[in-house]
C-alpha cells in the first residue's frame, strides 16, 4: 500500500514507513511505487491529474477523512494532520509553503490561521522591490535589533511567525511537521517534530 | 518648492502642506506643480527617470540627508523618516508596500526590521495556492481563533505584524505613517499617526 499526499509544490509518498518527494514533472520515474494500492489526499488539482494518469485505481481519501470543526474550507492535508495525532489535544503547525496552525482538543478541531511559509516570505519581499530580492537570514539572532537588510528581512518572517505560533501554543504542546517543521520545533520547548503526522491521519482513516 | 517621495509603486509630492500621490505613468498630468523648485528622494530608479524627464532640474536630496546608523543599505525613504522625528526617542513604522520599523534614541538610528506590507502578504498567500487567493479580513478579531478562510489569512497577516510591531515597540512611543499607518496606530495606545513623516525629514534637511 502506498499513501501520497499532494501537497501544492510537490506529491509525498509513504510505503512501509518510508517517505519521498516528487515534483509532478518527475512522476513518471517513481512508476514501480505506485504498482499496488496507492490512496491520496490532494490540495493541488494538476498534480492529482498527473498521479491518476500514471495511476489511474488511485483511491482519493478525503471523502472518508472525519474531523469535527466549525471551520469553513479547510484545507485535507490539515485535516489529515490533526487526525494524525490520534486524540492528543495540541497545536498542529504544518511548516510548508503555507506555515498552517490548527488548534486541537479531544479529538475536536477548534479552529486555525494561516502564515506565508518562509518562501512565500522571501517571494513577498522580492515581489516589493528589487532591493529586497535578497536571501532572509533566518538563522539572525531575534533578540538583538537587525542593522542589515538580510537581518531585517530575516527577522521579520522568523520573529513574526514565532511570536504569532507562541502567542497561539501557549503551554499547549505543538506538533511540527512540514519542510520547516523541524527548524521551528527548535524554538519551542513544548515543540515535537513529526514529519508522518499527515500520513499518519492517512493511515487512522484507513484503519491502518 | 515640492518635494517628491519616490516609492516602490507611487510618488508622493508636498507642496506647501498638500499631500498627494501619483503613479509613474500619470505623472504628465502633475506636470504644473513640477514648475518650481523640485527636491527628492527615491528608491525607485525607474519612477526617478519619470521624474526627471519631467523636470530635469530636480534634486535629489539623498546625498544631503545625514543620519547616525550603523545599518548597511538603509532606504532613503526610511532615513527621511528618521529624520522626520527631529530629534525625538521612539519606534518609526513606515506601512506601505512594505512594513519597516526603525528604533530611533536621541536622533541615533539603532536598528530596524522589514515585513511584508498586507498587499505583500496577500500576494505571498496568492503565490501559494489558488485556494488562498481570497482577501484577507484584516477587520478579524485577533482574541478569537478563526474558523473561515478569509479570516484564517487576515488573522495570520494582523496579528504576525502587530505581534512583532508590540514585541520592538513595548513602552517606547510609536510613530506611523504609510497608507496602513492609520490603520496599525488604532491598535496602539502610545501609537501617533503622522503622515508626513518623510516630508518632515527633507524640510529638515532642507533647513526649512
Not at 15 to 22: H, I, M, P, S
Request: aromatic residues 8%; negative net charge.
Amino acid at each position: 500500500m502506498t499513501l501520497c499526499d499532494i501537497g501544492n509544490t510537490h506529491l509525498h509518498f509513504y510505503q512501509e514507513g518510508r517517505v519521498w518527494a516528487c515534483a509532478p514533472q518527475n512522476l513518471a520515474t517513481h512508476q514501480e511505487a505506485l504498482q499496488g494500492e496507492v490512496f491520496y489526499i490532494s490540495v493541488n488539482p494538476h498534480a492529482t491529474n498527473a498521479l491518476l494518469e500514471l495511476c489511474p485505481s488511485a483511491t482519493n481519501l478525503a471523502p472518508k477523512m472525519q474531523l469535527q470543526s466549525k471551520y469553513e474550507g479547510l484545507g485535507v492535508d490539515r485535516v489529515a494532520a490533526c487526525l494524525g495525532l490520534l486524540g492528543k489535544s495540541g497545536v498542529v503547525v504544518d511548516a510548508g509553503s503555507a506555515i498552517t496552525v490548527d488548534m486541537m482538543e479531544n479529538g475536536v478541531h477548534l479552529g486555525g490561521v494561516i502564515l506565508p511559509g518562509f518562501e512565500a516570505y522571501r517571494h513577498a519581499f522580492k515581489h516589493i522591490s528589487p532591493a529586497l530580492d535578497v536571501p532572509l537570514n533566518l538563522r539572525v539572532n531575534v533578540e538583538a535589533l537587525p542593522n542589515a537588510t538580510t537581518d531585517a528581512l530575516g527577522y521579520g518572517a522568523l520573529q513574526s511567525v514565532l511570536l504569532t505560533l507562541k502567542h497561539l501554543v501557549g503551554e499547549r504542546k505543538v506538533y511540527f511537521t512540514g519542510g520547516d517543521g523541524k527548524f521551528l520545533a527548535n524554538f519551542f520547548s513544548n515543540g515535537i517534530y513529526d514529519g508522518l503526522l499527515v500520513f499518519n491521519g492517512m493511515r487512522a482513516t484507513l484503519g491502518a
